[in-house]
């Protein structure tokens, strides 16, 4: 079912300001500089000259400050996911709230584009136990995928016994199969080494490791015939995202490495034929 075609994997582009990540938001000044625009160009020109394809996932604010990020995404035959509206997490919300999001940017994005999205993927990997009902309002929806579950423990976010690999999850229990359920999770990537789950699919962990051991890990997933999903945020790749004081760790975790995140990404799109989720999807009759 979800056997790879020509080792074909999926990118993904979380398209984000720099004010967004959790250890962010929380000092950012109210005369903020926007650079959504530029870092949306600068992705653009990176993943031209691989000729890939990639899934951008969208946080729904930005939408109404730049409407016209809608078409430019789609006039290149990128796919749109929505990224939740003003990047909270899942489990600062609840199902009415999320619901209500949900319809508003599907609105949005049916009135500039007049299409509609068939993914998301939660702010800050919040899909878990304690948010399932987000699921169950996905499908209501007419989402067909979702790439939320960060399947490896970290101090923020992670269900470490979710699957690894593509699945139908349960409303029950996130780490359980539930074949009757149309909505497809595809967790991040992770390499399995002696018993550990080490996070390689992207944001800190792409920037901290070596490329050689993302490769393995791209590698390890293929040979077990699935795509690795590998993913970027747009502010990574911009040379002037702006940087905040954010204390020893926080800071560690959100900027190092930053420069390099170009340069980790065009060794990995050499390497690797990606595709969009929906591109995928696709080829395998799943849509």
Same mark, same amino acid.
């Given at each position: 079912?979800?056997?790879?075609?020509?080792?074909?994997? =999926?990118?993904?582009?979380?398209?984000?300001?720099?004010?967004?990540?959790?250890?962010?938001?929380?000092?950012?000044?109210? %005369?903020?500089?926007?650079?959504?625009?530029?870092?949306?160009?600068?992705?653009?020109?990176?993943?031209?000259?691989?000729?890939?394809?990639?899934?951008? +996932?969208?946080?729904?604010?930005?939408?109404?400050?730049?409407?016209?990020?809608?078409?430019?995404?789609?006039?290149?035959?990128?796919?749109?996911?929505?990224?939740?509206?003003?990047?909270?997490?899942?489990?600062?919300?609840?199902?009415?709230?999320?619901?209500?999001?949900?319809?508003?940017? %599907?609105?949005?994005?049916?009135?500039?584009?007049?299409?509609?999205?068939?993914?998301?993927?939660?702010?800050?990997?919040?899909?878990?136990?304690?948010?399932?009902?987000?699921?169950?309002?996905?499908?209501?929806?007419?989402?067909?995928?979702?790439?939320?579950?960060?399947?490896?423990?970290?101090?923020?976010?992670?269900?470490?016994?979710?699957?690894?690999?593509?699945?139908?999850?349960?409303?029950?229990?996130?780490?359980?199969?539930?074949?009757?359920?149309?909505?497809?999770?595809?967790?991040?990537?992770?390499?399995?080494?002696?018993?550990?789950? =080490?996070?390689?699919?992207?944001?800190?962990?792409?920037?901290?490791?070596?490329?050689?051991?993302?490769?393995?890990?791209?590698?390890?997933? %293929?040979?077990?015939?699935?795509?690795?999903?590998?993913?970027?945020?747009?502010?990574?790749?911009?040379?002037?995202?702006?940087?905040?004081?954010?204390?020893?760790?926080?800071?560690?975790?959100?900027?190092?490495?930053? %420069?390099?995140?170009?340069?980790?990404?065009?060794?990995?799109?050499?390497?690797?034929?990606?595709?969009? +989720?929906?591109?995928?999807?696709?080829?395998?009759?799943?849509?």
């Amino acid at each position: 079912m979800f056997g790879l075609i020509d080792l074909e994997n =999926i990118l993904c582009v979380d398209v984000e300001g720099w004010y967004h990540p959790e250890y962010v938001k929380r000092k950012v000044p109210k %005369n903020k500089e926007e650079r959504i625009i530029q870092s949306l160009k600068i992705t653009f020109q990176l993943l031209s000259q691989y000729d890939v394809n990639a899934t951008f +996932f969208i946080v729904g604010e930005l939408v109404e400050k730049y409407p016209e990020m809608i078409e430019m995404i789609s006039e290149r035959g990128y796919e749109l996911g929505f990224h939740g509206y003003y990047h909270e997490p899942l489990w600062a919300l609840n199902a009415d709230a999320f619901r209500r999001q949900v319809m508003k940017f %599907n609105s949005k994005v049916q009135s500039i584009i007049g299409g509609k999205c068939s993914g998301f993927r939660a702010p800050s990997a919040s899909l878990d136990n304690r948010t399932l009902w987000a699921l169950d309002i996905l499908e209501e929806n007419g989402y067909l995928y979702d790439s939320s579950v960060f399947p490896s423990k970290t101090p923020l976010y992670g269900v470490p016994t979710a699957p690894i690999i593509p699945y139908h999850p349960s409303s029950r229990n996130i780490t359980d199969q539930d074949e009757d359920r149309r909505l497809i999770e595809f967790p991040a990537l992770v390499y399995p080494v002696l018993g550990l789950r =080490i996070p390689t699919g992207g944001g800190f962990y792409l920037r901290l490791l070596p490329p050689s051991v993302i490769k393995k890990a791209v590698d390890k997933m %293929n040979k077990r015939g699935f795509p690795a999903v590998l993913s970027f945020h747009t502010w990574e790749v911009d040379p002037d995202t702006p940087r905040l004081r954010l204390g020893l760790i926080k800071s560690f975790i959100t900027y190092y490495n930053l %420069n390099a995140t170009r340069k980790k990404m065009k060794f990995l799109l050499s390497k690797f034929q990606f595709v969009s +989720f929906k591109e995928y999807l696709e080829k395998r009759g799943l849509i």
